[in-house]
Antibody, heavy 119, light 107 residues
Framework: EVQLLESGGGLAQPGGSLRLSCAASGFTFNSYVMNWVRQAPGKGLEWVSGVSASGGTSYYADSVKGRFTISRHNSQNTVYLQMNSLRDDDTAVYFC????????????WGQGTLVTVSS | DIQMTQSPSTLSASVGDRVTITCRAS??????LAWYQQKPGKAPKLLIYKASRLERGVPSRFSGSGAGIEFTLTISSLQPDDFATYYC?????????FGQGTELEIK
C-alpha cells in the first residue's frame, strides 16, 4: 500500500525556518517525481515545488523560489522541503504528492502538515 | 507561467443532475491536465489524468474532455458523495498550476 507521511510542520516566526519531511512507503521511491503542494486556510491548492526521481532536477513556484529548497534521500525514501525566510503568507497545510509514472498527475497524496507563520 | 482559470467558482446542483466544470489554460497544454476532488480536511484525490483518462477506482459517472486550452469535467449523475471542491491542474510545464477550484454544493 502506498503511503506518504508528512512531518515537521508547526509554528515559526516570520523570517524563520522549518524543514518538512515526507516519508514514503509501499512503492519504488527512486522511480517517482515528488512534489509539495500547499493550501492556505480556506484557499485553493498551490503547487510549491517538485523534484525529479534522481533528485538531480528541482522546480519551484515563483512565490517560494530562492527561499525554499526541495531535496530527496532515495536510500531513506524521504523527500524534504527546507523553508527559509518564512512569511505570513506561507501559512498553509503542506501536502506531499507523488507523480504517477504514466504521466498521470499526482496519484497519491499525504494527509498534510500544517505550517503556521506568526509572531 | 501557465495560468489556469476554472468556472464556475461555485455550482449548486441536486442529486441526479448532470454538471460540467470548465478549465481554461492561458496557453496550449496539449492534454497534460488532471482533475482532483477535495473534501474538507482531506487531501485531494486524483479523478482524471491526461484530460480524459479515468483514474483506477473512480466511478464512470466522472469524465473529462478537451485538449489545447479548454477542458471540461462532467459528472453525469450527481451522487451525494460528489459534493466537494474540484480542481484542475496543468502538468505540461513547470511551474505546475492549479485552477482556483469549483465548489459543488447541494441545491
Amino acid at each position: 500500500e502506498v503511503q506518504l507521511l508528512e512531518s515537521g510542520g508547526g509554528l515559526a516566526q516570520p523570517g524563520g525556518s522549518l524543514r518538512l519531511s515526507c516519508a514514503a512507503s509501499g512503492f519504488t521511491f527512486n522511480s517517482y517525481v515528488m512534489n509539495w503542494v500547499r493550501q492556505a486556510p480556506g484557499k485553493g491548492l498551490e503547487w510549491v515545488s517538485g523534484v525529479s526521481a534522481s533528485g538531480g532536477t528541482s522546480y519551484y513556484a515563483d512565490s517560494v523560489k530562492g527561499r525554499f529548497t526541495i531535496s530527496r534521500h532515495n536510500s531513506q525514501n524521504t523527500v524534504y522541503l527546507q523553508m527559509n525566510s518564512l512569511r505570513d503568507d506561507d501559512t498553509a497545510v503542506y501536502f506531499c504528492a507523488r507523480d504517477g509514472l504514466a504521466a498521470s498527475g499526482s496519484d497519491y497524496w499525504g494527509q498534510g502538515t500544517l505550517v503556521t507563520v506568526s509572531s | 507561467d501557465i495560468q489556469m482559470t476554472q468556472s464556475p467558482s461555485t455550482l449548486s446542483a441536486s442529486v441526479g443532475d448532470r454538471v460540467t466544470i470548465t478549465c481554461r489554460a492561458s496557453q496550449s497544454i496539449s492534454d497534460w491536465l488532471a482533475w482532483y476532488q477535495q473534501k474538507p480536511g482531506k487531501a485531494p484525490k486524483l479523478l482524471i489524468y491526461k484530460a480524459s483518462r479515468l483514474e483506477r477506482g473512480v466511478p464512470s459517472r466522472f469524465s473529462g474532455s478537451g485538449a489545447g486550452i479548454e477542458f471540461t469535467l462532467t459528472i453525469s449523475s450527481l451522487q451525494p458523495d460528489d459534493f466537494a471542491t474540484y480542481y484542475c491542474q496543468q502538468y505540461s510545464s513547470y511551474p505546475y498550476g492549479f485552477g482556483q477550484g469549483t465548489e459543488l454544493e447541494i441545491k
